[in-house]
Nanobody, 124 residues
Framework: QVQLVESGGGLVQAGGSLRLACAAS????????MGWFRQAPGKEREFVAR????????AYADSLEGRFTISRDNAKNTLYLRMNSLKPEDTAVYYC?????????????????WGQGTQVTVSS
């Protein structure tokens, strides 16, 4: 059974930075595509970023304007999300997810495993 545990969330002022981490256990996720999603109160879960199993291909939500960077360390079985120039509208619970098909989907339904989420709050 795969378990994903996010960390690194917290309260930050607008313009600040955070780095989220997602540690996987139970099996190696080196062959899985991985993604980050977020969900704000009263809103649907939305795609943030994804990365291929090798780490060479990445994709981001257009709304992020290049402020976030997804990366992974397969040796550590860990996924990261570096978030810069944070805005109040980035406030949400951030989730990591694993897609065992290794596909390129941005749809939450395509992902097989999910973490419990970590809260990110950006104050103005």
């Amino acid at each position: 059974q795969v378990q994903l545990v996010e960390s690194g969330g917290g309260l930050v002022q607008a313009g600040g930075s955070l780095r989220l981490a997602c540690a996987a256990s139970g099996r190696s996720l080196a062959s899985y595509a991985m993604g980050w999603f977020r969900q704000a109160p009263g809103k649907e879960r939305e795609f943030v970023a994804r990365i291929s199993s090798s780490g060479f291909r990445t994709a981001y939500a257009d709304s992020l304007e290049g402020r976030f960077t997804i990366s992974r360390d397969n040796a550590k079985n860990t996924l990261y999300l570096r978030m810069n120039s944070l805005k109040p509208e980035d406030t949400a619970v951030y989730y990591c997810a694993a897609d065992r098909s290794g596909g390129i989907s941005r749809l939450p339904a395509q992902y097989d495993y999910w973490g419990q989420g970590t809260q990110v709050t950006v104050s103005s």
